[in-house]
């Protein structure tokens, strides 16, 4: 495990693992208590059903998908759902290289760069260089990639991170609320592939009980910038607030312990749906995506 820590918060990874996330202790701005945010990922259960995994170079489903043959597919990178859909990119669960490393009492920061499989090379995708930094302060995360076009060509990628968050061990999700900055849901189908924005009705404007509700949504911000969800408790004076991407993805595991809040850069279907909103790197230049955990007061 790498260990990345400020005087009043640590963050754990697994870089040999795929970068999954271990654990994220932030400090209350409130009263300097230590709570951890986030349900890290714990042997052995499968890669995807705790801690966080980058998703890149799409997030979630895409069908049809131009990486769906050699030397991409079949690999150990490739991950399809029940349907036979495409997931989360190929990016998941490639290996960790420390780049650069400064740790400090008030701010820290690590670099990593990802190990690209040999089958890879000589693809359009390994001449993409992505550089994965934390910058962890007192009480928050910073999360950013730098992304690399060494090819002649333009890139159309989408991407996003796929954490799941908690309040301190013991509370269940259902003690929770759900707020946000104002969004639209995005009709998904039966594939769960996105069919249509659903702009009738702004939801994630003020508070949610998470009580009792299951969700697998996917939701777009009403405004183009400054988009946030977080999560809050009555019996608590802080709040817990997610930001970078427009588009998110919420998603409660069966046992209540953890909830799934993904920011994304662009919808699932990245390449396929109107409203997806991809981005495109242009031949050698580069590329800056940046989310955000923190803890607020009220």
């Known amino acids: 495990m790498h260990l990345l820590k400020t005087k009043f918060s640590s963050f754990g ?171 639209y849901q995005i009709k998904l189908g039966d594939y769960l592939l996105p069919e249509r924005v659903l702009d009738d009705q702004l939801l994630l404007s003020g508070e949610v009980p998470l009580l009792g509700k299951n969700l697998d949504d996917l939701y777009v911000s009403k405004e183009t910038e400054e988009a946030y969800i977080g999560l809050f408790s009555m019996n608590k004076k802080e709040k817990l607030l997610m930001t970078g991407g427009n588009f998110y993805q919420v998603y409660t595991p069966q046992d209540r312990k953890s909830i799934a809040i993904e920011p994304m850069t662009s919808t699932g279907n990245f390449l396929h749906f109107p409203g997806a909103n991809p981005n495109l790197i242009r031949p050698q230049s580069e590329k800056k995506i940046e989310f955000s955990i923190r803890l607020d007061q009220f």
Not at 75 to 100: A, C, Q
Not at 155 to 165: C, M, W
């Open 13 to 183: 990874t697994a870089p040999t693992g795929g970068g999954q996330w271990i654990h994220l202790h932030l400090q209350s701005p409130v009263d300097g208590s230590v709570i951890s945010v986030v349900a890290g990922h714990k042997a052995p259960d499968p890669f995807f059903a705790s801690g966080s995994f980058l998703m890149f170079p799409w997030v979630n489903r895409l069908e049809p998908n131009p990486w769906a043959r050699e030397p991409f597919y079949p690999s150990v990178h490739w991950l399809t759902d029940g349907n036979g859909i495409p997931l989360h990119g190929l990016f998941h669960n490639l290996p960790r290289i420390i780049l650069e490393e400064n740790q400090g009492d008030l701010e820290s920061i690590v670099k990593f760069s990802m190990e690209i499989p040999q089958t890879w090379k000589g693809t359009l995708l390994s001449q993409i260089q992505v550089t994965e930094i934390y910058q962890l302060f007192p009480s928050e995360l910073k999360i950013i990639y730098e992304l690399k076009n060494h090819s002649e060509v333009e890139f159309p990628f989408a991407l996003g991170i796929h954490p799941y968050f908690r309040w301190n061990e013991e509370e269940s999700i259902d003690d929770l609320f759900l707020i946000g900055s104002g969004f």
